[in-house]
């Protein structure tokens, strides 16, 4: 069994940043991909940045630029870090992990901007 563990999360000004992580523990297959994702009040959950094992990660171009995604394979975990947020990056914020025909989702952890 898999669990994905958030935080990090918050609220911020806008042109502020935050750091969330996401701690990955169990029987974990590797190589995998861990991401991060988002759904905002209405809208559909969408990718914000995945790195592979290997550590190739990509980007939403909405957050090119501003966030960046790392991950610490030793730990298991994940990390975003998030500069000049704004009103728009508001949204619950996912961490996943993939792997051959099965993703894993955390509990997500709110991130609000103010303007």
């Known amino acids: 069994q898999v669990q994905l563990v958030e935080s990090g999360g918050g609220l911020v000004q806008a042109g502020g940043s935050l750091r969330l992580s996401c701690a990955a523990s169990?029987?974990?297959?590797?190589?995998?991909?861990m991401g991060w994702y988002r759904q905002a009040p209405g809208k559909q959950r969408e990718l914000v940045a995945t790195?592979?094992?290997?550590?190739?990660?990509n980007y939403a171009d909405s957050v090119k630029g501003r966030f960046t995604i790392s991950r610490d394979n030793a730990k298991n975990t994940v990390y975003l870090q998030m500069d000049s947020l704004k009103p728009e990056d508001t949204a619950v914020y996912y961490c996943?992990?993939?792997?051959?025909?099965?993703?894993?989702w955390g509990q997500g952890t709110q991130v609000t901007v103010s303007s």
């Open positions: 996943r992990l993939s792997v051959p025909f099965y993703n894993y």
């Open positions: 169990g029987s974990i297959f590797s190589p995998n991909t």
């Open positions: 790195i592979t094992s290997g550590g190739i990660a």
